[in-house]
Structures are given as structure tokens and as C-alpha cells.
């Protein structure tokens, strides 16, 4: 989308006489065209940026005070701590990552289809010599720039709230969004894979990822659920990035293999989301 400040921006740089070769632009796209992508979705998302940062700053403090204050309130009176620490400390990281992934589902789902279909955004990068490779790796990563920031402010409160003690518990941001990465690659290919939306969205949000909010290990250990019922949290990005997101803000104890599980099985997720995704974009842009 160009806005007035992006055509003056335009005009003000056509006219100081620094415009490259059009074959130094086209070389330029062609190297950094998922980068121009990031900052064409970076300028856009400008319009919705009040509302973004009070989504990003009312969300934690309402979840933090429910949660970690009164439910935790009435957990630590009965059960004394929980994994050894008070229950705000035991679920604030878990709200933390789980806040952000289920953040993932607004945003590469719909735009994704708006892109191919709706709004056809992704045809006018196309017209460039910009790959569609390109155009998924830049849509992803723009929108995991958002995560950054959006962890880094429930980080912050997580310090203010008392809940996050140990030193390295801002590893629980870079942890937060690897597991962003590892539900929304494979969401973003799943979306540009489908013509048409059948509520197949919304089937996602009630289906895969209340569950996971809910079965994951978010609000009590999953050592404590059935049997039968843990598998959910094995499969859950969110139970492995809770995990590591615990290790980083109170030091929750686990053996140095199953720590590499977590990692592995997140990276290993989000690769496999962004090589599928750039076969489904070229596939769908005529690459």
C-alpha cells in the first residue's frame, strides 16, 4: 500500500538526482527483495500502530493480574509454589510465549489470503524482480518483527510484575518468537496453499490453537495431565518454546538433552514451514 508520505518520500528522491541505474535497482530487488518486502509491510503497519501497542501492553497486564495475581493468589495459599516457584512466576512465561503464537494466527492466515486473493498484494512485489521465494521469507519475517517487540514488552512487564527473577529471562523473547517461527511458517504455507476460505481459519483457531493455549503446559505442569492427554503438549510448539521460556525467567530444571529436543523440534518446524511456503508461493505467482 502507498501512502502520501511514501509518494513525497518517492518524489524527493527522484528529484535530488541519487536515482541508481535501473539495472542497479533491479539488482538490488533481486538480492534484498525480501527485505524491501519487510519494510513495505513495516510501513503499512504505521496505520495500525496505537492500536498494536495497546494490544501488545493491555493483553499481558490483563492476563498477568487475572492469572498470575488472583488465580495465583489462591494456588500458592493451597498447593504452596508451583515447579518450585510462586504460580505468577510459574505461568508468566508461558503467557508470555502463548500470547504471541496465538497472535501468529491473525496474522498469517487472512493477510496471507488477502495477498493471493482478496487484495492480490503479493502481485505487485511480483511485478519486480523480486522472487515470490522472497515475498513469503519477507512476509514471515516482517511479521516476526512485530513479535519481537511484542514479546519484548510482555518481557518487560513480566520485570515489573516481579515474575521474571533470574538475569537471562530476556531469552524468553528470542525463545518466544522461535516458536512464533515454528507455528506460523507452517500456518503461512497451510494458508497460501488453500483458493478459497472454508472457515478453515477458524477451524484452526478452535481446534489446533485453543488447544494448544490450553493443553500445553501453559497453566500447570503437563506432567500432571493424563497420560493419554500429554501427547498434545509433545506435539505443541508452544509446550517446547513454554519450556524454554521457563528455563530463561526462573531456571526451571531439564536435562541438557531434552532442552536440545525443544530447540530442535521448533527450528526444525520453522525450516520446514519456510521451504514448503516458498514452493507454494512460486507455485501460486508463476515463478
Not at 524527493?12 to 530487488?29: D, Y
Not at 519487510?38 to 496505520?47: D, F, I, N, Q, T
Request: net charge positive; aromatic share 14%; proline share 6%.
Amino acid at each position: 500500500m502507498t501512502d502520501g508520505s511514501t509518494v513525497a518520500d518517492l518524489g524527493r528522491f527522484a528529484a535530488s538526482g541519487r536515482v541508481p541505474e535501473a539495472e542497479v535497482l533491479a539488482r538490488r530487488a533481486r538480492r534484498w527483495g525480501w527485505w524491501f518486502f519487510v519494510e513495505a509491510w513495516l510501513r503499512g503497519a504505521k496505520a495500525w500502530a496505537v492500536s498494536i501497542l495497546l494490544y501488545m501492553v493491555v493483553t499481558p497486564l490483563l492476563y498477568l493480574t487475572a492469572l498470575g495475581l488472583g488465580l495465583g493468589a489462591l494456588v500458592d495459599r493451597g498447593a504452596g509454589s508451583v515447579d518450585g516457584v510462586p504460580y505468577l512466576v510459574f505461568v508468566g512465561p508461558a503467557l508470555l510465549v502463548s500470547t504471541v503464537v496465538m497472535s501468529v494466527g491473525g496474522e498469517l492466515t487472512y493477510p496471507v489470503m488477502a495477498g493471493f486473493k482478496w487484495q492480490r498484494l503479493y502481485y505487485g512485489p511480483h511485478a519486480t524482480p523480486a522472487t515470490p521465494e522472497q515475498i513469503a521469507v519477507g512476509q514471515l519475517v516482517a511479521v516476526l518483527v512485530r513479535f519481537v517487540v511484542q514479546a519484548g514488552v510482555f518481557w518487560l512487564l513480566l520485570v515489573l510484575f516481579d515474575a521474571a527473577p533470574s538475569g537471562w529471562s530476556w531469552l524468553s523473547v528470542p525463545a518466544a518468537v522461535l516458536t512464533a517461527a515454528a507455528f506460523g511458517a507452517p500456518l503461512q504455507a497451510f494458508a497460501a496453499s488453500l483458493e478459497d476460505e472454508g472457515y478453515q481459519f477458524a477451524f484452526v483457531q478452535r481446534f489446533v490453537i485453543m488447544p494448544m493455549f490450553l493443553f500445553a503446559g501453559t497453566f500447570f505442569p503437563l506432567s500432571v495431565m493424563p497420560v493419554a492427554l500429554q501427547w498434545i503438549g509433545w506435539v505443541s510448539p508452544v509446550w517446547h518454546g513454554t519450556q524454554l521460556a521457563r528455563q530463561a525467567t526462573y531456571g526451571a530444571s531439564e536435562p541438557l538433552w531434552l532442552t536440545l529436543v525443544h530447540v530442535a523440534v521448533l527450528a526444525g518446524l520453522a525450516l520446514g514451514g519456510i521451504l514448503v511456503g516458498r514452493r507454494i508461493y512460486a507455485r501460486r505467482l508463476g515463478s
